[in-house]
């Protein structure tokens, strides 16, 4: 275990000392303590009756409900619960779509580091197993997208539910989802930087692979119109590649509270994610550097 840890606290290191990182906790922290003390509501009987940011009135909050007794849509003000889920839903939202992208690009130069001509040779001349080396490096990126997730959601989260009253644990659950989606994103840019040695061609293709994924999310309406053939490639590619946008959808649901109607977008891209890892850990196994 000792070789292990040695290799998980080097990637700790690493990656507090990149400047990225530390910017990324700063924002973080900017985020949750602006909602801590910039917004300001009064709640008269469930609803948000006045909300004000940073001293200045916004207005309370409206919806459109259907009021059944006249059969029409009428405007109300929003109940507290659906507005601390709205801004939950927004908060990990962003955190999913801009903590991956965000936490590719800072860990693209730990991997272009790690591999590097030299030290990689130093490295691998230690007394520990190329398994071990490579596993303390992937724990050591995976926990510090952990962190940052719990730090930034849970924080926010936790400043919600102090101001409203309201405590929805449930919303929680997407944490793992936005960690566990990064891994699948990072095992592109990990297997491509060992088999290229160019970690900028990974990061490259993680991008390709989520823009990708936007067109894959419509695959209901694509596949009815397209040609036997092109929709059985399209088929092909939505069942192999990672559902980056789909997964989405789950996230808000989970954040909502309300039941996952769609759970296999999730489940296809961790088996992608498992073997594009895999590919990559043989294969640095077998490399001679």
Not at 120 to 142: A, C, E, Q, T
Request: charged share 10%.
């Amino acid at each position: 275990m000792r070789p292990l840890s040695g290799s998980l606290l080097l990637t700790f290191r690493e990656l507090w000392a990149m400047r990225i990182t530390q910017g990324m906790f700063a924002i973080a922290s900017l985020a949750w303590l602006l909602l801590s003390f910039a917004l300001n509501m009064d709640i008269v009987e469930g609803s948000i009756s006045a909300l004000k940011i940073f001293g200045f009135d916004a207005g309370a909050p409206m919806e459109r409900v259907f009021d059944e007794a006249t059969g029409e849509w009428v405007q109300q003000a929003t109940s507290i619960d659906q507005f601390v889920v709205g801004i939950n839903q927004f908060v990990f939202g962003a955190s999913y779509f801009l903590g991956t992208l965000l936490g590719l690009f800072a860990t693209m130069p730990l991997i272009a580091g790690f591999l590097e001509q030299g030290r990689i040779d130093l490295l691998l001349s230690k007394p520990v197993s190329r398994l071990r080396l490579l596993f303390g490096h992937l724990l050591g990126v995976w926990l510090t997208v952990l962190v940052l997730s719990c730090y930034l959601v849970g924080g926010v989260w936790l400043s919600l539910s102090l101001k409203t009253g309201v405590w929805l644990p449930h919303v929680l659950q997407s944490i793992p989802v936005i960690v566990l989606m990064f891994a699948v994103m990072y095992s592109v840019v990990l297997t491509t930087s060992i088999i290229s040695r160019t970690s900028g061609l990974g990061l490259v293709l993680a991008y390709g692979l989520i823009f990708f994924s936007a067109i894959l999310s419509a695959h209901d309406q694509l596949i009815p119109v397209l040609a036997p053939t092109s929709a059985a490639i399209f088929k092909g590619f939505y069942h192999a590649l990672p559902n980056f946008i789909e997964v989405v959808m789950m996230q808000a649901q989970l954040v909502e509270g309300s039941d996952v109607t769609r759970i296999y977008p999730f489940i296809s891209s961790l088996i992608f994610g498992v073997i594009i890892h895999g590919l990559g850990i043989y294969w640095f196994a077998k490399r001679d550097f």
